[in-house]
């Protein structure tokens, strides 16, 4: 039986972030994103990595501010085309930890029902209408 190692629960995301290594910027793509830590993606490319500590700069998809951390790479997957990297925050501010938990569980909250949702459908079609009546000019 294979154990969990991860301390956090991770949230499945898709959106861009940038990681900083050596003061050069690459632009990631996020995968998963937990409390912790998170995993992104990249094209391969040559760099020069001196320390497996990276700056990272989240942009929390809904949020008009960027979360900075920084972190340490604890894990590197290669393959063909893209270069994945494993971070766990080392520092972060304080109003960003609460952003991001915040962040988290309201994502978590959004899984659940989109979920609950789905299981609810089970062969009907529903109509989804807005809640309120759209004032629409003609």
């Known amino acids: 039986m294979i154990s969990e190692r991860r301390l956090s629960q991770r949230i499945p995301v898709g959106f861009y972030m940038t990681q900083i290594i050596s003061e050069q910027p690459h632009r990631c793509f996020t995968t998963d994103l937990s409390a912790i830590g998170l995993y992104a993606e990249r094209l391969v490319e040559p760099f020069e990595r001196n320390s497996r500590i990276v700056q990272i700069e989240i942009p929390l998809p809904g949020t008009s501010d960027a979360i900075w951390a920084k ?11 893209f270069h994945g990297t494993a971070i766990r925050y080392t520092a972060m501010a304080r109003f960003h930890q609460r952003m991001l938990r915040e962040w988290l569980r309201e994502a978590q909250r959004a ?28």
Do not use: H, W
Request: charged share 30%; hydrophobic share 45%; net charge neutral.
């Open 71 to 81: 972190g340490e790479v604890v894990y590197d997957n290669f393959d063909s085309l």
């Open 111 to 138: 899984q659940t029902r989109m979920a609950d949702y789905s299981r609810r459908l089970d062969g009907e079609v529903v109509i989804l209408r807005p809640a309120k009546k759209l004032a629409i000019a003609a």
